[in-house]
């Protein structure tokens, strides 16, 4: 028999293209090289523990143009947008920026959610293997810190109200975006096998109260 796959909301995977990544990783580099001056630090505005996290400028528009993308990609397959009534379908979404992380050895993000309606990661440089990880906390007895080293996790809870956590991050996830809900906790373990740092972009869309829909009628009873 075959199983029946109870009602929930996907997430949503999106491999950017080489010609795609190259705007960024080029932001992204100079960045580094210049110290990160002239970026404003975006720590005031996250929960991280991380010394370096900065709002992305120039590659930004393309950047939102692919999200906004899958966003309606992911939307025609979820309907998660449609489904929240409180502002009756009508009104389109908007971007409000984003964030590079570069996370240093040691370094957390403690288990949060977002601000806004749809979140999203984009994996740009994990600069070791879990295997690695596991390898390099072999010696220590926390059992629970070698299962989850240097991974992005999602918690939930099941059909049951058990919470649930699904991590995933490797290096095969670089170049991945992953789309979720910004309600959705989720947090980054550390990793300590490397020096180098692991870089990832983060940014939240909401709903753009301002504009409606053109040719809808507000007053339509969904
Ligand atoms: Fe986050």
Known sequence: MPLKHLQNLPLWEHKLSKEQLEPIWREVNSMQSADYKDYKTASPQLVGDLEHQ????????????TVQEQINLWEDQSRYLASMNYNSGKHAIRSLGAWVNFQSKGENNPLHSHGGVVSWVLWLKIPYTIEQEREYLSRQPTTQTQLFVGQFALVYTNILGNVEMTAW???E????????????????????S????????????AFNTDHVYQNVDI???R
């Open 194 to 205: 490397t020096d180098e740092k692991r870089i990832t972009i983060s940014g939240n869309y």
């Open 54 to 65: 900065y709002f992305l400028k120039d590659s930004l528009p393309d950047l939102d143009a």
């Open 173 to 192: 996830m670089e170049g991945t975006l992953l789309l979720f809900p910004s309600k959705l906790k989720h947090a980054v373990y550390p990793f300590y």
């Open 219 to 221: 007053n339509e009873t």
């Open 169 to 171: 991050d490797s290096d």
